[in-house]
Nanobody
């Protein structure tokens, strides 16, 4: 079982940037597919971004494409989500998730192991 732990959230002004981190433990030599989701107050959890186990395949939700970028560090087993040009609509709890497979998915049910989430608040 993979354990994930998010950090890096905070309160920022519109137009600012934040970088979220997801520390991954318990993985084998290979990365599983990883995803970022977010859940705003009163709304369902929604897909933000995902990266395949090989790292060659990435997907982004339309409303974050061009602003958010994923990367990962194999030496520290950390997945990152760089978020630029933040706006109030990005306010949510952000979750990192691991899938027991190598192919990305865009729905929460495709992922097996979840972190506790980190709050991102963007004010205008």
């Amino acid at each position: 079982q993979v354990h994930v732990d998010e950090s890096g959230g905070g309160s920022v002004q519109a137009g600012s940037s934040l970088r979220l981190s997801c520390a991954v433990s318990g993985r084998t030599r290979s990365w599983p597919a990883m995803g970022w989701f977010r859940q705003a107050l009163g709304k369902e959890r929604e897909f933000v971004a995902a990266i395949s186990g090989s790292g060659l395949g990435e997907e982004y939700a339309d409303d974050v494409k061009g602003r958010f970028t994923m990367s990962r560090d194999d030496t520290t087993n950390t997945l990152f989500l760089q978020m630029n040009s933040l706006n109030p609509a990005d306010t949510a709890v952000y979750y990192c998730a691991a899938r027991r497979g190598f192919v990305t998915g865009t729905v929460p049910s495709a992922y097996d192991d979840w972190g506790q989430g980190t709050q991102v608040t963007v004010s205008s």
